[in-house]
């Protein structure tokens, strides 16, 4: 499992550069792009990134428009249902419709959750936390392995967003670096999970991140989510529903002046503003990240 076939490609990547920008396209702006680029020479925005789960279909609407937008512009293809830290292992039938997508688009990132949401043929609507253990360790890592000799491409492994502490052997950065030192994927830094993983457990964001290997990230999200209150206190959630909050727009900051820019993706699923909207709150990471 130490064998590092596929170490992540450093930035520049595949056309894009280390200040590439960019949104998530959701189908409620399918036709807004479309219009777009029917008409402009290129988006405002570098790269956009598509859940996978929404275009495995071969020949369906929404992959025909993913793969006439693939001719355009770079796609990332994010995919929520891998998952990863299953004991049942991956989906076979979902890992060969998960890598003839990737075939089909080319995308310049491929990225899953360190999570899992299978158990027993099952798919539960949630990504959920898993133990750090050295066996948890050995799963993850087998099933990267497996999913990355698949796709023939390098995984980009996203850390998660907690609501209670994660029980275990390693704390969750030191987790993640054993992972992508043993498999050689690369770590999507989700800068709102860091903020709200933290918050919810009493902890600093950089306290959070001291044990994360943030020299190995290569893509790096940043979303909003929703404060409430619950009769244990407030409690973070991660919604994507909101613009980004201040705090994380800080923490981001920091971050990208210890490890200079790296492409960034403004993620936002529900209360979806409008296409312009969503340019409009996609360009702050510009200036507090570097990213011109």
């Not at 693939?70 to 292992?89: F, K, Q, T």
């Not at 502490?165 to 390693?170: F, H, K, Q, Y």
Request: aromatic fraction near 6%.
């Amino acid at each position: 499992m130490d064998t590092l076939a596929f170490r992540p490609p450093p930035a520049p990547v595949a056309g894009l550069t280390a200040t590439a920008l960019g949104i998530g396209l959701r189908a409620a702006h399918h036709a807004d792009v479309s219009a777009r680029l029917a008409t402009e020479t290129r988006l405002p925005v570098d790269f956009l990134e598509v859940h996978a789960e929404n275009y495995l279909h071969p020949g369906s609407p929404p992959q025909t428009l993913l793969l006439e937008l693939a001719e355009r512009v770079p796609i990332s293809v994010h995919s929520i249902g891998l998952s990863l830290g299953s004991a049942d292992g991956v989906d076979c039938i979902h890992l060969d419709r998960l890598a003839a997508l990737v075939a089909e688009c080319g995308p310049v990132f491929v990225s899953d959750h360190l999570a899992w949401s299978r158990v027993g043929g099952r798919y539960l609507n949630d990504l959920l936390p898993l133990p750090y253990t050295s066996e948890a360790l050995d799963v993850v890592c087998a099933n990267i392995d497996r999913v990355q000799t698949r796709l023939k491409h390098p995984l980009l492994l996203e850390n998660p967003s907690t609501y209670l502490a994660v029980p275990g052997d390693w704390p969750e950065g030191a987790f993640m670096a054993e992972i992508l030192r043993r498999t050689g994927c690369g770590l999507l830094l989700d800068v709102n999970n860091i903020y709200v993983s933290a918050c919810n457990q009493g902890r600093t964001p950089l306290d959070w991140l001291t044990d994360y290997p943030l020299a190995a990230t290569v893509e790096i999200h940043v979303a909003g989510h929703d404060l409430r209150e619950t009769a244990r206190g407030p409690v973070r959630i991660d919604t994507h529903a909101a613009p980004v909050c201040p705090d994380v727009w800080a923490l981001y900051h920091a971050i990208i002046t210890e490890i200079g820019p790296r492409p960034t993706l403004l993620e936002w699923d529900e209360a979806i503003p409008s296409l312009d909207e969503l340019f409009a709150e996609a360009e702050k990471a510009r200036s507090l990240g570097g990213l011109r």
